[in-house]
């Protein structure tokens, strides 16, 4: 089925491990996001790429970091999680280089438990 | 001050009834606006979008939007049961274009 898949579903993490969550999409969408969601806070935007070999901070960024080396996968890594990070992630994706009008289709979610 | 704000809720309507849900923004720059919807424990689906002053309707839901009093809602005509969830509202700001807000969202329950 075509879309967005995210791993893990959900992960149990130890302060000060690294992590990567991954994001992948075949639907050749230009623009990719990473975004969490804390109760109270709604979702908030951590970073985005506008098209593969581009990236750009959103409200967020903070202890994330996000790479785009092709236009499928855009995994995003905690270098050193904190308890702080615990959230459920939403991944998605648009058409659109510049977002604008474009439809944002979203991932599954991860959901992530710092320790 | 949060870049979208919206009233979290719940709001209880019941089944028939028109749900209103509204949404307001602060920077007037902002350029889109839509409306998602989130059931428990699932990703937020697009409902619709809007970028001109007035109403857009598809099929039971309108979105209205109002750039002069940064206000944007959303109607649900005739709601059901399975409009039951949280609507998100989101606006896009900033010169990438790619700079999405979410308020916090709204949580409807249409009572049968």
């Known amino acids: 089925i075509a879309g967005i898949t995210q791993a893990p579903t959900s992960q149990i993490l130890a302060a000060g491990r690294r992590m990567t969550l991954r994001c992948t999409q075949d639907?050749?969408?230009?623009?990719m996001y990473w975004y969490r969601q804390d109760l109270g806070l709604g979702l908030r935007l951590i970073h985005y790429?506008?098209?593969?070999?581009?990236?750009g901070k959103g409200e967020v960024p903070d202890g994330y970091s996000v790479s785009r080396a092709n236009t499928d996968d855009f995994p995003l890594t905690l270098a050193s999680a904190v308890p702080s990070q615990t959230s459920v992630y939403f991944c998605?994706?648009?058409?659109?280089?510049?977002?604008?009008?474009?439809?944002?289709?979203f991932g599954p979610g991860t959901r992530l438990t710092v320790l | 001050q949060k870049e979208v704000e919206q009233n979290s809720g719940p709001l209880s309507v019941p089944e028939g009834a028109i749900a209103s849900l509204n949404c307001t923004y602060s920077d007037r720059g902002s350029q889109s606006f839509f409306w998602y919807r989130q059931y428990s424990g699932k990703s937020p689906e697009l409902i619709m979008f809007i970028y001109s002053n007035g109403d857009k309707e598809d099929g039971r839901f309108t979105a209205q939007l109002n750039k002069a009093s940064q206000y944007v809602s959303l109607l649900i005509r005739d709601s059901q049961p399975s409009d039951s969830a949280t609507y998100l509202c989101?606006?896009?700001?900033?010169?990438?274009?790619?700079?999405?807000?979410f308020g916090t969202g709204t949580s409807l329950t249409v009572i049968p």
């Open positions: 639907m050749r969408h230009n623009a």
């Open positions: 998605a994706s648009s058409d659109s280089e510049t977002g604008g009008l474009d439809t944002q289709y």
């Open positions: 989101a606006v896009n700001i900033g010169d990438t274009g790619n700079q999405f807000y």
């Open positions: 790429s506008n098209t593969a070999g581009t990236t």
